[in-house]
Structures are given as C-alpha cells and as structure tokens.
C-alpha cells in the first residue's frame, strides 16, 4: 500500500501476556519510529530506527518494551508482561530519511486494551 | 527539555466561524513547528510546517506563523467547516540532530452546521 500499515488495529489482552505490533513503513523509507499515545495525550516518543539499527531507544519505558527491525522495512514492537497502564495507541511513522526535514508519514495506530 | 503546550478542547464552533487554536512552546534553539490533524478514524497527517522564524505554513485554509518572539505557533482558520472536525496537535522537532517529533497534547474541534 502507498501508506504506513500497522496491524493489528486492535488488540485486547490479558495482564501478564505478551504483545506483538507490526509496523510496514512506506517502500524506501530508512527511517521508523514508534509512538504511543494515551486517552487524551498527544504522542510520545518511544524508539527510532535508521534502518536496522535502533538509532534511539531512550523513550521506551522499562526493559518489558522492546522492538526490532531485522531487514530494514518492517518493525516489530514487543511488549511482555503486559500491564493495564500499557494501554494505549502505539503509533508508527516513516520517513525517506532522518535528517533533511522530509515528511513524517504516520500509520492508523494499533490500539492496545490490556484488561 | 522540549514541550508543547497548546490549549485544552474542546472546541465547539457554528460553520463559518473563526478558528483560533493556542500553542506556545519551550525548546533551545531553533526548532522547526508543524500542526498535525487526526480526522476520525484516521491517522495523524501533517497539516503545515515553519521552519524559520516569522515562517508562515499555511494549507487547507489553516495558517500559524512562528513567532519567536513569543515562542508561539497559533493555528488559525478564517472559515471552518463541518469536514474539519478532527484533534490537531502542535509539535516541534528540535533543530539540529534526528526528526523526534515533541507533540501537545490536542485539541478537538467539532464544528456544528
């Protein structure tokens, strides 16, 4: 498709599992970032990857949070132990690069319930 | 660190009013401003961008200018519709360095006929 896709849309869990979110940035786009935003906040910063490489994961929250990118396109974020104030949207973005002011280009979110 | 603060919704306004949407932010530097809108259902898309100051991005009918002087980035609309509904979010990106984007935290807008 011509946009960021994330799957799932939604997903509820239980406390204590484990979670996985897909992010298929734009073709060609190095650069991806994750994002979380909670019920009535803007998006936060969570990790950012210049290709396969986490570049800066200094807004991922605790060591329950994890995400990878193995070949460059496509990301993974990884939450274990769920708990409830992990409920969320989980944003991801893409853009052609980093560094030269390009557009960011933002997914429909995958929201995550975790009862 | 960086922040944005922009005023709380929501906002309610007839058709054809004027629209005026606050945001004032804290950042070293100069930071590039952007206004972003989540239409419902939707992902957030980029509605207009400064990069400089006295900037003025402006798209759809919305303008804000960069006003260092006040550190403010008001969005405006002479003339909203109904189809302009949405949260929009005030956010910069620090100069210098990668694309992390600082977001406020939205406000709503609902437009009635």
């Known amino acids: 498709g011509a946009g960021v896709s994330q799957t799932p849309s939604n997903k509820v869990t239980e406390k204590g599992k484990y979670v996985e979110l897909r992010c298929d940035p734009i073709s060609g786009h190095t650069a991806l970032y994750w994002y979380r935003q909670s019920l009535g906040q803007g998006p936060e910063f969570l990790i950012y990857?210049?290709?396969?490489?986490?570049?800066?994961d200094s807004g991922l929250p605790n060591d329950r949070f994890f995400a990878v990118r193995p070949e460059g396109s496509v990301s993974t974020l990884k939450i274990q132990r769920t708990e409830r104030g992990d409920s969320a949207v989980y944003l991801c973005a893409s853009s052609l690069d980093a560094y030269s002011g390009n557009t960011i280009y933002f997914g429909e979110g995958s929201w995550l319930t975790v009862v | 660190g960086d922040s944005v603060t922009q005023m709380e919704g929501p906002v309610t306004l007839s058709e054809e009013a004027f629209l005026t949407i606050n945001c004032t932010y804290t950042?070293?530097?100069?930071?590039?401003l952007f206004w972003y809108v989540q239409y419902p259902g939707e992902g957030l898309q980029l509605l207009l961008k400064?990069?400089?100051?006295?900037d003025k991005g402006s798209n759809k009918g919305f303008e804000a200018t960069y006003r260092k002087e006040t550190t403010s980035f008001h969005l405006e609309k002479g003339s909203v519709q109904v189809s302009d509904s949405a949260v929009y979010f005030c956010?910069?990106?620090?100069?210098?360095?990668?694309?992390?984007?600082?977001f406020g935290t939205g406000t709503k807008l609902q437009v009635i006929p």
């Open positions: 400064a990069t400089k100051a006295d």
């Open positions: 990857f210049q290709g396969t490489g986490a570049a800066d």
């Open positions: 950042a070293t530097g100069y930071p590039s």
């Open positions: 956010a910069l990106i620090h100069s210098g360095g990668y694309q992390k984007v600082t």
